[in-house]
């Protein structure tokens, strides 16, 4: 299994499964396969795809589920990177599929 096709073909709304509490617990669930691809294996990171980079080997993951859009349906997590600015006025996009966002929290 590739760990971008798996994310990519990640999504628990479509699947029917998403409880918003999570009381089945089919959210965590869903998750594992990933975590377990993610610390079995590294990452290569370069810089504008020079021939240079860093092993990055993951030793820990924390996963968070947030859904994109309004609703009282949707399930949130307020403290993704790419939500809007506090002003209102920026509108701030989702990260594009297989980037490494790096922060003082970890990478996401």
Request: with cysteine; glycine share 8%; charged share 35%.
């Amino acid at each position: 299994m590739d760990l971008k096709n798996e994310i990519t073909k990640f999504n628990l709304r479509e699947n029917g499964e998403v409880d918003k509490d999570d009381k089945n617990g089919k959210i965590s669930e869903a998750f594992k396969p990933i975590a377990e691809m993610i610390l079995s294996g590294h990452f290569k990171v370069s810089k504008n795809n020079s021939d240079s980079y860093v092993t990055v080997h993951p030793t820990c993951v924390e996963m968070y589920y947030h859904e994109e859009g309004e609703g009282d349906d949707k399930i949130k997590d307020y403290i993704v990177y790419h939500r809007d600015s506090d002003n209102g006025k920026k509108k701030e996009t989702v990260f594009p599929l297989g980037v490494l966002h790096n922060h003082v929290s970890g990478i996401d």
